[in-house]
């Protein structure tokens, strides 16, 4: 039998049935006619192969086959009723799957805070996380994939979009970089070599370093373009390489790659974090409360930053 061919209205009578143990108690709980009971249980005995119930004295038994299904078709009337009636979200116990985009530096930076949150607000919940390209990919916040982005806000119809905080800069190089320790010229600036950091390549991205250097009429040379802020620091690391990266993850790799903030004459420009999702998603139950948490998680990390 294919489920295309089967009535949900039988599946309703069942569940009332069964529940009740008798005819007429389950047609005034459905308001019909017990002839329309009889009716129905006969056509689902006729799909499934099943006697399903049968009758004792002034009450109905299931079979076996009838007490397998019971706690199933149960369940998903219980499903399809608050899907389709907009059933309240209760936080400890959801199994939903919530899907974030957010780039490389927020994923080293953020992100453990966000699923700290996440553990403990919603232990059953599980949180997917793409990368900026996968966010393009798939159509962004707008799509049907990513629920809220992380990041520098999207622009479009239907985008709602709200700062969270200013993500500061740095000129980074190795420790042992020729030019450690000393404030750079313009001059001496204009002599170094960049890595520059393209998260999605083809797709209109403005670089705000790139910016910043040409407002304040200074050369810069970019020896490499890779797609991360991680894949940048690995570099310089390695080379005498310099690349301008959020503070934030400059204090998580110093240590561990041995980097260090360069002197430098140029203005120390910000990136504007936001919080970004769309209209489709905005009076969702669930999707409020992950949005709201998230402000809660990178609140307190704001405030430790200013």
């Given amino acids: 039998m294919s489920l295309a061919n089967l009535d949900l209205n039988l599946l309703l009578t069942l569940d009332a049935v069964l529940a009740e143990r008798s005819v007429a108690r389950a047609s005034r709980r459905l308001h019909v006619t017990p002839s329309a009971i009889s009716n129905a249980l006969a056509r689902l005995r006729g799909a499934l192969g099943d006697p399903l119930v049968t009758r004792r004295g002034r009450g109905i038994v299931p079979t076996p086959r009838a007490l397998e299904l019971q706690p199933v078709i149960a369940r998903v009337l219980r499903e399809l009723d608050a899907a389709v009636h907009g059933g309240s979200f209760d936080p400890p116990t959801t199994t939903r799957t919530f899907s974030l985009a957010i780039a490389d530096v927020g994923q080293a930076v953020y992100l453990p805070r966000i699923a700290a949150w996440l553990a403990r607000e919603m232990p059953h919940a599980r949180l997917r996380v793409v990368g900026v390209e996968s966010l393009v ?119 561990r790659l041995n980097l260090r903030a360069l002197a430098v004459p140029v203005p120390e420009h910000t990136l504007a974090m936001q919080l970004s999702w769309h209209a489709r998603t905005h009076s969702d139950p669930a999707l409020i409360v992950f949005r709201n948490l998230i402000r809660r998680a990178l609140a307190k990390r704001s405030a430790t930053r200013h």
């Fill in 137 to 255: 990919a798939l159509g962004g916040v707008g799509g049907t994939e990513v629920d809220v982005a992380i990041g520098v806000a999207e622009r479009g119809p239907g985008i709602h979009k709200e700062a969270l905080f200013d993500e500061t800069t740095a000129l980074v190089a190795r420790s042992r970089h020729p030019a450690a320790g000393t404030r750079l010229s313009r001059r001496a600036l204009e002599e170094l070599r960049h890595v520059a950091v393209e998260m999605v390549p083809g797709k209109g991205y403005r670089d705000p370093v790139a910016t910043t250097y040409a407002r304040a009429q200074i050369a810069r040379e970019v020896a490499l373009i890779v797609p991360t802020f991680n894949a940048a620091a690995a570099v310089v690391a390695a080379t005498d390489y310099v690349v301008t990266m959020p503070t934030s993850l400059l204090e998580l790799l110093a240590a």
